[in-house]
């Protein structure tokens, strides 16, 4: 054998190994999504979903919200109802990704909020607060993914079997002194599982 091969056979066999070790980090099977409705005047028409609870995709239709306007600020709430999956696990969102496009004059800013919350646990609520600002010396005009860093105070569902209800808003807030404009495109989460 050469090195290359033998390099390539020691990969063959790790690989396989690094796939099942992957596979432990959650529950066999996921809860099953019973209902998704959704609320707030960013989502008067139902976002569209895709993917599934470890990698949902929400992609919105006329999120959109603009300065001078009556819509300077405006929010969608997820509220999914899910049951069941391999017993013994729970999750947290850790992280919300939301593509906006963004129109931002010099000196405008727009404030973006997550809040989490279980039904069951409506107090214990994990919010994130960021703000996206235009800097620079000229109009900014493009597509940006924004992120809600949710990590440090995570809230988690119940146990697979009756893991509640979770509630996810998204909410953005232009401030400007002239016209500016941002539209929520897509909504995505990172989710995280631990025993229980
Ligand atoms: C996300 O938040 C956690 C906890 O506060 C922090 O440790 C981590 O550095 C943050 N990640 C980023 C990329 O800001």
């Not at 995709?57 to 109802?81: M, W």
């Not at 729970?90 to 404030?111: I, M």
């Amino acid at each position: 054998m050469t090195n290359l091969t033998r390099l390539t056979a020691v990969l063959a066999s790790v690989v396989p190994a690094l796939g099942a070790a992957i596979s432990v980090d959650g529950p066999a099977d996921l809860p099953k999504i019973k209902s998704i409705t959704y609320s707030g005047s960013g989502c008067i028409k139902d976002p569209a979903y895709s993917g599934n609870l470890n990698d949902p995709t929400f992609t919105y239709s006329n999120f959109a919200a603009s300065f001078p306007g009556t819509s300077q600020t405006l929010n969608c709430e997820v509220h999914i109802t899910l049951t069941g999956g391999t017993p013994g696990w729970q999750f947290a969102l850790s992280n919300n990704w939301v593509k906006v496009h963004v129109v931002l004059p010099r000196g405008a800013c727009l404030d973006y909020y997550t809040q989490v919350f279980f039904s069951q646990n409506a107090a214990k609520t994990s919010t994130s607060k960021a703000s996206y600002n235009n800097n620079g010396g000229s109009t900014v005009d493009q597509t940006v993914t924004l992120r809600n860093n949710l990590s440090g105070n995570k809230v988690w569902s119940g146990c697979t079997g009756d893991p509640g209800i979770l509630n996810v808003n998204f909410r953005g807030a232009l401030s400007s002194d002239t016209k500016a404009y941002f539209e929520a495109v897509t909504e995505n989460w990172d989710i995280e599982w631990r025993r229980c």
